[in-house]
């Protein structure tokens, strides 16, 4: 009887990691919203690591997130690592033009993700779009993450967003 139970067992256990590998090894999460501010506002922003944190959305929740700057003020190689209860890693701009920001994240173990920041005037303000590419490879536990993601970051990005908004409201 025991025998049999662990075979049944470990049967599960192969089947849902085999099923864990039949999904996707990638996952995007996109946010977007019209914001008061010029475009020229909203780039002087995004390209700071240290204007960032006017709206960073971890700093909301975490009051214990320690930020440390390195590089340069602002553009391309400017950044900042970061320790706080929902994890530590460092985020980089890789790129910056008149109207996008790209933004290198390395969380260790847990992946590196790539955020990209894109902005364009509109009728009404200035349509931002706060996107991450999330690459998870072979791992099994990571592709399950990623089922989860565009919930957990989705809301985080929202939050970012309106901090957005509030932070250069009429710029």
């Known amino acids: 009887m025991i025998k049999i139970a662990l075979i049944v067992s470990s049967a599960l256990l192969l089947l849902t990691l085999l099923a864990a590998f039949v999904l996707p090894a990638r996952r995007t999460v996109r946010r977007e919203r019209i914001v008061s501010a010029s475009p020229a506002a909203i780039s002087e922003l995004l390209r700071s690591p240290r204007a960032f944190q006017r709206i ?32 530590s890693g460092t985020q980089t701009i890789r790129t910056c033009s008149e109207s996008e920001v790209v933004v290198d994240i390395d969380l260790g173990a847990m992946g590196q993700p790539v955020t990209t920041y894109q902005w364009e005037e509109v009728d009404g303000g200035t349509a931002v779009s706060w996107t991450t590419e999330l ?18 970051l989705g809301e985080v990005y929202e939050r970012g967003l309106q901090n957005l908004d509030t932070a250069l409201a009429g710029a």
């Open 56 to 87: 960073n959305p971890y700093k909301d929740t975490d009051p214990t997130l320690s930020i440390e700057f390195f590089g340069q003020p602002e553009g391309e190689g400017a950044g900042f690592r970061f320790d706080g209860a929902e994890g």
């Open 135 to 152: 690459r998870f490879g072979h791992n099994p536990l990571q592709r399950v993450f990623g089922i989860f993601a565009d919930g957990m």
